[in-house]
Nanobody, 117 residues
Framework: QVQLVESGGGLVQPGGSLRLSCAAS????????MGWYRQAPGKQRELVATMSSGGSQNYADSVKDRFTISRDNAKNTVYLQMNSLKPEDTAVYSC???????????WGKGTLVTVSS
């Protein structure tokens, strides 16, 4: 099992920035992908950004050039730097850990990001 603990959500004004963190612990193989997904009220969960243990990144078109994903493999931690936030970025952001050896997905509980004036 892999446990994920997110932090960094909150209320921010449009145009502002936030940084999310997600620390993974437990039984993990080094070949994995970590990332962030979000779910806004009344909408389906969508991919925000992912990053493999080898460094490959993937972003949703809606956040390219505004959000940056990074990770510290030594700390098993993934970060999401969110800049130029918009009201439509308001959602619960959940951390995901995909174990590519066992093909298993693990999820954090989520952290709420609210962008509002």
């Amino acid at each position: 099992q892999v446990q994920l603990v997110e932090s960094g959500g909150g209320l921010v004004q449009p145009g502002g920035s936030l940084r999310l963190s997600c620390a993974a612990s437990g039984s993990m193989f080094s070949l994995n992908t970590m990332g962030w997904y979000r779910q806004a009220p009344g909408k389906q969960r969508e991919l925000v950004a992912t990053m493999s243990s080898g460094g490959s990144q993937n972003y949703a078109d809606s956040v390219k050039d505004r959000f940056t994903i990074s990770r510290d493999n030594a700390k098993n931690t993934v970060y999401l730097q969110m800049n130029s936030l918009k009201p439509e970025d308001t959602a619960v952001y959940s951390c995901n850990f995909f174990d590519r050896i066992r093909a298993m997905n693990f999820w954090g509980k989520g952290t709420l990001v609210t962008v509002s004036s």
